[in-house]
């Protein structure tokens, strides 16, 4: 099993920066893949960015390429998502999630096996 604890939501004006950070506790393996999901009021859950901390191969959301990036400290089994650049359509719940498979990274919420509980960022305009 594998817990994730998010943090770093908040409330910042359009133009502004916030830093996610992603903990992850449990069965963790350098292979896994951690990813970040936004899902903002009345649409689907959406693909932001994501990296096999193994190899630091990334993937990123043409919506906010960019302007956001992903790391992730292996030793601390922590993903971070730097947003900067925000705009009031970043609004949205963010989730942390890991895939366990070998594959290449995927952009489905289907291809993750585990999730945080997410954290709320509101971009005023």
């Known amino acids: 099993q594998v817990q994730l604890v998010e943090s770093g939501g908040g409330l910042v004006q359009a133009g502004g920066s916030l830093r996610l950070s992603c903990e992850a506790s449990g069965r963790i393996f350098s292979f896994y893949i951690m990813g970040w999901f936004r899902q903002a009021p009345g649409k689907e859950r959406e693909f932001v960015a994501a990296?096999?901390?193994?190899?630091?191969?990334?993937a990123i959301a043409d919506s906010v390429k960019g302007r956001f990036t992903i790391s992730s400290d292996n030793a601390k089994n922590t993903v971070a998502l730097q947003m900067n650049s925000l705009k009031p359509e970043d609004t949205a719940v963010y989730y942390c999630?890991?895939?366990?498979?070998?594959?290449?990274?995927?952009?489905?919420?289907?291809?993750?096996?585990?999730w945080g509980q997410g954290t709320q960022v509101t971009v005023s305009s």
């Open positions: 990296i096999r901390a193994r190899s630091g191969d990334t």
């Open positions: 999630a890991v895939d366990g498979s070998w594959g290449p990274i995927r952009f489905g919420v289907n291809g993750y096996d585990y």
